[in-house]
């Protein structure tokens, strides 16, 4: 998360004033966890204070961390989009775990699994979805699996709505009001990390640079803003999060740009990263190749009259999704922390340190991915207004459901309007 403080998260919450104790003193503590360090490095770092050692400690493994990234890059899309899966998955769990914590609620009938199965289903739609939008191919070619795209919707309300009746069965007296609680609290789940996660795939599919940028930005800015704020913070940011400072912000900022930009460059020059995942019919397999479009070629561009006098370049040649990512790395920095914020007020509320103890120094899964979500739905949103038009699977998928008749009328149709732009008859000639 967004840290600017040489301690913790979880650290804030010894700083919490008295009134804000009393206020909560209503909500059950979950059990804080114990040192997660490895004993290696507990022993290698031992003669550290414990400033310098938690810094050591989250840069070691915040350095496995991208070692691992590049890693999971290099194997390709699809193994990026399981490990998305699984990272949603243990998001899922530890938020949950924590539900049942704080409300008690293990001996809750049936609970545990429907909130699992709740999730099974949620992932059921959402893939299934994507699966139709950018494999259609695919899709069609294959009878099941045309069958299941035909009626998708029809079959993922039908296993929502079972999981609906065995709660409304599993209800008992005594317990109403925690089963609906922890009703609450799974759905609420649900919309945060399966959403998220559901919408960082799609930027995946559209290329594997909507998808490294914007994480590697809120990595930068994760980093740059906890080392700026390390070393010169001073001026506290939010009461929220005592430990986060203006310098770590500002510096966070300036650097997430400069290297969004670099980042962008670099990639902007292989197919690999910016065609979109396909699915090739004659190799049946996932193929990322094609002429990259004009956002991905070299263009010249005007600069500035004071850039000009400093640099004496009239022009320089950028790629178009530099522009772009400009846009991306500034969400990053200002608005992405919020993300961390929100998760921080979280962990306040019900007294933990942090989600979970999955990586040393660092807390959980969640604890690294609560500003990537956030980012998710913004490089989302940001790709359907200024980069994407209506997708043409879309629009072929919805075609082939219409009766034949009314295919052939739309056929007429759209045959007038090439001949009326003028474009029909040079298709002709071309063939």
């Keep these: 998360h967004y840290s600017n403080g040489s301690e913790t998260e979880g650290k804030e919450r010894d700083g919490a004033s008295d009134n804000e104790t009393k206020s909560d003193s209503g909500v059950p503590e979950v059990p804080v966890s114990a040192d997660d360090t490895p004993e290696v490095l507990n022993k290698a770092l031992s003669g550290l204070s414990s400033r310098w050692k938690n810094w050591w400690v989250r840069g070691i493994l915040t350095l496995a961390m991208i070692s691992f990234f590049f890693i999971i890059i290099y194997l390709g899309p699809m193994v990026l989009m399981m490990i998305v899966l699984c990272v949603q998955i243990k998001c899922f769990h530890e938020i949950i775990t924590i539900g049942y914590s704080v409300y008690h609620s293990y001996h809750l009938p049936w609970f545990r699994t429907l909130s699992w199965y709740f999730l099974l289903c949620v992932n059921y739609f959402f ?13 069609q070619r294959e009878e099941p ?20 009746c065995m709660f409304v069965l599993s209800l008992v007296k005594k317990h109403y009001r925690l089963q609906f609680y922890m009703f609450g609290w799974t759905h609420v789940t649900l919309l945060i990390v399966v959403t998220q996660s559901h919408l960082i795939i799609h930027n995946l599919f559209e ?16 980093i740059m803003a906890y080392m700026f704020g390390f070393f010169f913070g001073r001026t506290p940011l939010i009461k929220l999060s005592p430990k986060k400072t203006w310098e770590g912000f500002i510096g966070g900022f300036f650097a997430t740009v400069v290297f969004g930009i670099l980042l962008s460059y670099v990639m902007s020059g292989y197919r690999f990263f910016v065609c979109p995942v396909e699915f090739n019919n004659d190799s049946n397999s996932f193929t990322v190749d094609c002429e990259p479009s004009e956002l991905f070629q070299l263009q010249d561009y005007g600069l500035p009259p004071v850039l000009k006098s400093i640099t004496g370049w009239t022009t320089v040649k950028l790629y178009p999704f530099q522009i772009h990512s400009i846009a991306l790395s500034a969400f990053a920095s200002i608005m992405g922390p919020f993300g961390g914020f929100f998760a921080s007020g979280f ?29 998710a739905t913004f490089v989302n949103v940001y790709i359907a207004s200024f980069i994407r038009g209506p997708n043409p699977s879309k629009v072929i998928q919805q075609l082939l459901a219409l009766r034949l008749d009314q295919q052939l009328h739309i056929f007429n149709s759209l045959k007038v309007h090439l001949t009326e732009k003028g474009l029909l008859p040079a298709l002709e000639e071309a063939a």
């Design 347 to 375: 962990k306040r509320a019900f007294k933990i340190k942090d989600f979970a103890n999955t990586i040393p120094g660092h807390g959980g899964i969640m604890d690294r991915f609560d500003c990537q979500y956030l980012m």
């Design 207 to 222: 290329g594997m640079i909507w998808f490294i940028v914007p994480i590697s930005c809120v990595i930068c800015n994760d």
């Design 127 to 139: 893939y299934g979805e994507t699966v139709t939008d950018y494999f259609f191919t695919l899709v």
């Design 145 to 164: 699996l045309r069958i299941l795209s035909k009626y998708h919707r029809f079959i993922s309300f039908a296993l929502y709505l079972t999981g609906f």
